[in-house]
């Protein structure tokens, strides 16, 4: 799904609403954006340290100050 207006309708969602003179404040839909949110940033993360894995890991044998210092 592409819409411009969809970035604005998530933030819109995730602001707290505004206090209202009873007192109680309501919390809409920031929970479960956020929660939302955090889940999708865990997976998209994940992958791509699963691509790095291979790349950047080495057996613990290897593993030396120098090594580890030397990495560019």
Known sequence: MKSKELLGIL???RRLP????TG???EAA???VNAFAL??????VGK??????NDMGSPPGD???????GIH
């Open 11 to 13: 933030a819109h969602w």
């Open 18 to 21: 505004r206090k209202h003179n």
């Open 30 to 32: 920031y929970n479960t």
């Open 63 to 69: 593993l030396s100050e120098e090594s580890l210092l």
């Open 39 to 44: 889940e999708n940033v865990h997976e998209l």
């Open 24 to 26: 109680i404040r309501t």
């Open 48 to 53: 791509k340290m699963r691509v790095l894995e």
